[in-house]
């Protein structure tokens, strides 16, 4: 089969997978659903000393990083460049300059070895990045995506298509996370951090759901969570009270996710379909992990949670949902521009 830039489509191509939108520089090999590398190179590390991700230190990063990353991918994946079928890379959302790093290179290797670079909406590599720990998972399916900018349940019906059913009004999970991390004195990145502190804290205060109207379809909101989280650190601080982070932890994560899981169950139960999915830096926490695992179970739901290293941000997601655009010959031409913002459905 060729598609009509004149390529040829392989069953089983092999793709390299390349990711820079935020603080990782990562590059992986597939070759059709398997995955052959998988290798990061990291400056949250840099990062953390200045509470959050500096775009300046990001690019910097990414552009000391890209060659070895790469080397690295092809060298355990036990390819050459000759080898490579196409190139996918996140063009967006992300920080512009650091995407630029991946795009540009990107590019270049594409150009250079005449094979197709493909475009990819960093959020549909997380949704794609079930099929890399169950090569077998066929739509339809449910996901729950919930990332540092999206937090949203989607009906996938193919493997290009899907549907929203429900998102955030405001601020994504991963946001909420790391703000109320902030705001008692957990370091960055926060989610990692509020699910330790929550190991020793008890769920007891009453802090509002993150969901807000559950009508026809859920509406979720993380700015009213917030909130009150900030309150109510800073009116016991006023009265001279002491807190416990474990126990605010705690209550935190219990009103920010047991809506997500609780809705994502009963989206799946209502469709009829079999499995649920979940993607994003917040699918890698511990307690969501549980609880959509025993509610799953208890549904009679398959459910496909990728590894912790494909939740949070990664190349080999990248490289699946290219993919899922090589089979369909969905090629970008060399003039594609990277974009800082994409809708979910982009
Ligand atoms: O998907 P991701 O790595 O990057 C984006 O595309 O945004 O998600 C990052 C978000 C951050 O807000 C981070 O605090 C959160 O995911 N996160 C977690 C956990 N690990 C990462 N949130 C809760 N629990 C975790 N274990
Ligand atoms: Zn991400």
Do not use: W
């Not at 059913?165 to 790391?178: S, W």
């Not at 109320?180 to 020793?200: S, T």
């Not at 994003?280 to 590894?307: D, F, I, Q």
């Amino acid at each position: 089969m060729y598609d009509l830039s004149g390529y040829k489509i392989k069953p089983e191509p092999v793709i390299l997978g390349f990711e820079s939108s935020c603080d990782e520089t990562a590059a992986a090999v597939i070759r059709g659903r398997k995955l052959l590398s998988d290798c990061i190179i990291s400056s949250a590390t840099e990062q953390a000393k200045y509470g959050g991700v500096v775009p300046e230190i990001a690019s910097r990063a990414h552009t000391e990083a890209v060659d070895e990353v790469v080397n690295l991918a092809l060298e355990k994946a036990g390819v050459t460049v000759r080898d490579l079928d196409a190139v996918a890379v996140t063009y967006g959302a992300g920080l512009l300059g650091a995407l630029l790093v991946g795009l540009s290179f990107a590019k270049g290797l594409a150009y250079s070895l005449n094979i197709p670079l493909i475009a990819v909406n960093h959020i549909r590599g997380h949704l794609a990045a079930a099929y890399l720990d169950d090569p077998s998972l066929k739509p339809p399916f449910v996901t729950l995506l919930a990332s540092g900018g999206h937090t949203a349940i989607l009906h996938t019906i193919s493997e290009r298509k899907f549907t929203v059913l429900a998102k955030t009004l405001d601020d994504a999970a991963g946001e909420a996370f790391d703000k109320c991390a902030r705001v008692l004195g957990l370091p960055y990145p926060g989610g990692p951090n509020i699910q330790r502190a929550a190991e020793g804290g008890k769920a007891n205060i009453p802090f509002p759901s993150a969901l807000v109207r559950h009508s026809e379809s859920p509406v979720f909101s993380y700015s009213g969570l917030k909130t009150a989280v900030i309150n109510y650190c800073h009116t016991k601080t006023q009265r001279g009270e002491s807190f416990s982070v474990p126990d605010i932890a705690a209550s935190f994560q219990r009103a920010a996710i047991d809506p997500l899981v609780e809705n994502t169950v009963k989206s799946a139960c209502g469709l009829g379909v079999p499995a649920v999915t979940a993607g994003g830096g917040v699918a890698a926490n511990a307690y969501l992990r549980r609880t959509l695992g025993e509610k799953c179970r208890s549904a009679g739901l398959r459910l496909v949670l990728p590894e912790i290293k494909h939740c949070t941000d990664n190349a080999a997601m990248i490289a699946a949902e290219g993919l899922n655009k090589y089979l369909s010959g969905d090629f970008a031409p060399l003039s594609v521009n990277a974009a800082a913002q994409i809708p979910l459905e982009g």
